[in-house]
């Protein structure tokens, strides 16, 4: 008799501590917001994800903390983007010791020249997920990563991933089509950062970098007196510039150009969850819509 109880009591606590041990995920850390929102879309309950940098961070211009030392303390897998994106990843790898996998999402693709001039240090245009076609790229290394580490889930992850891609495939189609409509002699604008040069390849959209002027300050008066120049000459329609916040500035510009004045690409980071751009899908939407806002019209 104690025998048996003993035989059900060991039976209860196994099955007490089963579903314990099948909810443990695997704890992974993206350097920033759009890797992980890959991450997340690939792994789904199946992964933990933690982002280095928050959203609307610059991950240019980044500072990693003790704290994010300690997150890939504890981490399985780290991914990062690679082509020198992440200045800052390789001392904080060594300074945390860890353990974890390290995986380069953009294994595999091609980099693009990177544009001179705005004051980063890549191994090329490291922008590479603002071509739709990339996006995948990344997601096929991320499931492989996730497959080999946590051989388990293959099933789970393979599934996820071939759902994200099929999203992905009609978000580039979405794209195309919304390109297509725009007259091919509008498809040319400024903005001050060069994060756009795999979009510019894949959709066949201008991104003109303003002459003189730096992305690490304020434009100033003669800086926007060049831009209004080049925009005169180029014949280009619509302006979108991060670094002229006076509105008196701005209203200069539209004033003397007749350019459209655009809203907000976001290229380097996703927004909050009550922002426009939370995923990447939705990013890569609102940019579009805002591209098309401003050059149809």
Known sequence: MLVRRIVV?????TSLAAPALAQERLKTVATFSILADFVKKVGGDKVDVVSLVAPDGDAHVYAPTPADAKKLA?????????????GWITRLVKSSATKADIVVATRGLKPLKAAGGHGHDHDGDPHAWQSVANAKTYVANIRDALVA???????????NAAAYLGKLDQLDTDVREAIARIPAERRRIITTHDAFG???AAYGVD??????????????????????TQIKKQKIPAVFLENVSDPRL???I????GARLGG??????????????????DMIRHNIRTLSAALMS
């Open 264 to 281: 907000t690409l976001y290229s380097d980071a996703l927004t909050g969850e009550k922002g426009p751009a939370p995923t990447y899908i």
């Open 198 to 200: 795999y979009f510019r």
């Open 250 to 252: 701005l209203k200069r």
């Open 207 to 228: 991104f003109v970098a303003p002459q003189g002027v730096s992305t690490d300050s304020e434009a100033s008066a003669r800086d926007v007196a060049k831009i209004i």
């Open 254 to 257: 539209a004033d003397e150009t």
């Open 74 to 86: 504890d981490a399985q897998i780290v991914f990062t983007n690679g082509l020198g994106f992440e």
């Open 149 to 159: 580490k946590d051989p388990a889930n293959k099933a789970v992850y393979e599934a």
């Open 9 to 13: 009591a060991v039976t209860l606590l």
